[in-house]
């Protein structure tokens, strides 16, 4: 096997990236700072060299061919881990470590950002950039070392770190109490009942724990985002079932109240990460602050 033809130049890899992510000759050359024709020679050469066939020509436009498409997937990849490992190593050679962390993005607002100046104060030479995420992360896009994500703690592949527990409350704007008739858990079957779109059976779940007729609900609207849902909530428009610790500010306030005791979850906030990011001094450092910061929480 020639490894040479295995490896094609970083040349040739980045012309056809950028043609394969806009379709267009044109596009990528403006993108690249080249002309047309050279972007277009340079996927030809990466043709010749690999033998296979990466565009198809349909009237003006090109089109990626299915095995074009497979090359593009999986070079998207290794291109994004490609930079990533030189964002590191120049971050480091400075001083300064980078760590892309993705986020729900409610609990980013609402629980990590608010004591995340305590980790700056810490480690002052390391950057965390945000990236909001409400599904699943993909971690082999390459573009994420590390997610604070929610779930019941089956992370095939990844290395996971138990945060939080997850405890669910109902809260209602205080304008729904009605002096004569307080909101009490048998009410709830009269409210309109909001929910997050991603947890639809969270609301069964919760009426027949307390022994309540799930037929009787009446569903209302749902939401993308638990902060949607929130205002929702303050609005009046009806009650919601969140995570407690989301609501925490709402409650102190008096802008939401309680309805019951909570409940807990069967799914628990972990920090997950595949172990290539294990290697990383800016994730280390991270790891280290947030476990330290929730058993003195937990204290």
């Known amino acids: 096997m020639n490894y040479r033809r295995l490896t094609p130049s970083m040349s040739l890899l980045l012309a056809f990236e950028a043609a394969a992510r806009h379709e267009s000759y044109t596009r990528a050359a403006e993108e690249l700072s080249l002309t ?3 972007v277009s020679r340079q996927v030809q050469a990466l043709e010749a060299q690999l033998g296979i066939t990466l565009f198809r020509r349909e009237g003006r436009a090109i089109v990626l061919t299915d095995v074009g498409r497979l090359y593009r997937r999986e070079l998207t990849g ?22 892309r962390l993705a986020l729900l993005p409610t609990f980013g607002s609402k629980w990590l950002l608010p004591r995340l100046h305590h980790f700056y104060e810490a480690n002052p ?51 729904v109490f009605a002096p004569s008739a307080p909101l009490t858990i048998e009410a709830l079957a009269e409210q309109t009942l909001l929910q997050v779109a991603s947890h639809p059976p969270l609301w069964i779940e919760w009426f027949s724990r307390h022994g309540l007729d799930p037929t009787r609900m009446r569903g209302g609207p749902s939401f993308e985002l ?31 109240v309680t309805v019951g005791k909570s409940v807990t979850s069967p799914r628990a906030y972990y920090l997950v990460y595949p172990p290539r990011s294990s290697v990383l001094p800016s994730l280390d450092a991270f790891r280290q602050w947030l476990l330290a910061d929730i058993g003195e929480l937990d204290e």
Not at 78 to 99: E, M
Not at 133 to 159: K, M, N, T, Y
């Open 125 to 175: 030479g390391v950057q965390v950039h945000i990236h909001s995420r409400i599904q699943a992360v993909d971690f082999d896009e390459g573009d994420i070392d590390a997610a604070i994500s929610v779930g019941s703690g089956d992370w095939p592949g990844l290395v996971a770190h138990r945060l939080l527990d997850e405890s669910m409350v109902v809260v209602a704007s205080p304008s």
């Open 78 to 99: 290794a291109l994004a881990q490609i930079r990533n490992a030189t964002l590191q190593a120049v971050a480091y050679g400075s001083g300064v470590g980078t760590l």
């Open 226 to 256: 638990t902060s949607h849902l929130i205002q929702a909530v303050r609005a009046g428009i009806g009650v919601g079932l969140v995570p407690q610790l989301l609501v925490e500010d709402e409650l102190r306030q008096g802008q939401l």
């Open 36 to 38: 047309q024709s050279a």
